[in-house]
């Protein structure tokens, strides 16, 4: 059984709305002193038997479902 852990953040340069967000929650709570926040998802992927090589597979799903190649990133935790 193969357990993958994928990591998608947004690339530099694109806004993330998310992080924009919480920076301006945080600056309003007090916490002048927090410069930047940036946010990342990871996803954790079960492979379970798979025959495939774990890795091009889960390449494959990152490409294609889990990120957008024009503003993210991604790359695959171990």
Request: aromatic share 6%.
């Amino acid at each position: 059984m193969a357990i993958v852990r994928v990591e998608v953040t947004y690339k530099r340069g694109v806004e993330d709305p998310e992080a924009i967000t919480v920076e301006k929650n945080l600056r309003i709570l007090g916490y002048d002193s927090i410069k930047k926040v940036n946010i990342s998802k990871i996803y954790e992927i079960n492979l379970g038997d798979t025959k495939r090589d774990a890795e091009d597979l889960v390449m494959e799903i990152s490409e294609k479902i889990l990120s957008n190649p024009v503003i993210q990133s991604y790359r695959i935790l171990r």
